[in-house]
């Protein structure tokens, strides 16, 4: 197996950038601690934010799909089976429980998600396949405890988008090729908010904070719950040319892609303090949440055919694309410093421009020179703190 090792922070903030898989990668998980992937085989490999391979979790079925909350992992696999893995302290994971579909069920769980309550399981159309826009099984969605128990399906109506769920504690999703994204409550089971998408196409979902954010095909709609009330948009920069990092253009792949499907929205990753929404013109936009400005967009110019999903994980964006796992540290970008500053009470414009901040604080001190002791009170309090 060849490996490509990058360790040195280039302009975007690449940290490891590295061939992890003998095949293609087809999805990822990710958190502060761990990086999760599986690339449909009968396992998932889990990884820690530096790219160094932990420990494999062997699982029942191929899998398809990951996600993570805190130290588990959910998988979602062939057959209409799910996992339920619990990493451990000391890197000895445990199977926890299995999450299975009632009945025969043939179809492959493409979509996976996890809270601390709940994990959430459903099929959508196969990669690469046609599929009968008809078949009940890819339109429903299904909520399990995390004992493996089932505790309500949520049947859509129409077939599922990829990426087209998430879970909360209170708020189940799920988003179809109606064009239509249905909220649901975890705890009845009943339908409670529903919501348009635009086009024929099923936008990518996910929660914070008790507001849901929606992709669309060059923004992030942001809603409160359980009103549905739009809060506002996450909008990409305009990109000066069709070359420009910031046009979903630059990366589109000139040799088509494998998909017999309509091309889905953006699919959302969503921690901490950046929401990242990657697309299938091989395209990742981050914005940073304090503020709602994009940070930066990163582009894969290889031009590969095959999945490119995103996670984050605290400060950490991870990319897959084909059998490559890079990871992104994002602190490097002045649009974080700067709406973490802005976020403390302190404009970054004073930290980076000292004769902005001469004539500022002259002016808030009346004096013309200022010391630390009189300008510290100013600075933390009053009508007219800096």
């Known amino acids: 197996k060849k490996h490509i090792f990058d360790r040195m922070v280039d302009n975007n903030g690449l940290l490891f950038s590295s061939e992890v898989n003998d095949t293609a990668i087809r999805a990822v998980a990710a958190n502060k601690r761990f990086i999760v992937l599986c690339a449909e085989d009968n396992n998932a490999r889990v990884f820690d934010t ?6 494999t979790l062997q699982t029942a079925q191929k899998t398809r799909n990951v996600a993570i909350h805190d130290r588990y992992v959910a998988t979602g696999e062939k057959n209409g089976l799910g996992e339920l893995f619990d990493l451990g302290e000391k890197r000895k994971a445990s199977l926890l429980c299995t999450l299975q579909s009632k009945g025969k069920v043939s179809v492959t769980m493409y979509n996976v998600d996890i809270c601390s309550t709940s ?3 459903s099929s959508s159309r196969p990669y690469g396949m046609k599929a009968d826009d008809k078949d009940k099984r890819l339109q429903v969605a299904h909520l399990y405890n995390l004992e493996g128990t089932l505790q309500h399906s949520f049947v859509h109506g129409a077939m599922i988008g990829r990426m087209g769920i998430c879970v909360s504690e209170d708020y189940a999703v799920s988003s179809g090729e109606d064009q239509v994204v249905k909220v649901w409550s975890t705890r009845t ?7 348009p998408a635009e086009k024929g196409r099923s936008p990518g979902v996910r929660f914070k904070n008790h507001q849901l954010y929606v992709s ?3 923004d992030v709609s942001v809603y409160s719950l359980p009103g549905g009330t739009l809060e506002r948009r996450l909008e990409m920069e305009a990109a000066g040319s069709p070359s420009s990092p910031c046009s979903p253009q630059a990366a589109t792949n000139s040799v088509g892609t ?3 499907t309509p091309m889905t929205y953006p699919r959302l990753a969503l921690a901490g303090n950046y929401v990242v929404s990657a697309s299938e013109t091989r395209v990742a936009t981050v914005w940073t949440l304090l503020d709602g400005k994009p940070l930066c967009s990163i582009v894969d110019e290889r031009r590969i055919s095959g999945d490119f999903y995103a996670a984050v994980g605290g400060d950490r964006l991870v990319l897959i694309a084909g059998k490559m796992l890079k990871i992104y540290d994002l602190t490097v970008h002045s649009g974080d410093k700067r709406a973490y500053s802005e976020s403390l009470g302190m404009s970054l414009d ?3 421009d000292p004769a902005q901040f001469t004539q500022v604080a002259q002016g808030a001190a009346g004096q013309e020179d200022p010391n630390f002791h009189q300008l510290a009170p100013l600075v933390a309090y009053g009508d007219h703190a800096l």
């Open 216 to 218: 669309g095909a060059s």
């Open 258 to 260: 494998l998909r017999a």
């Open 50 to 55: 530096k790219g160094n391979l932990l420990q």
């Open 119 to 121: 994990v959430m399981l």
């Open 189 to 195: 089971g009943d339908l409670v908010l529903q919501l």
């Open 350 to 352: 004073y930290l980076i």
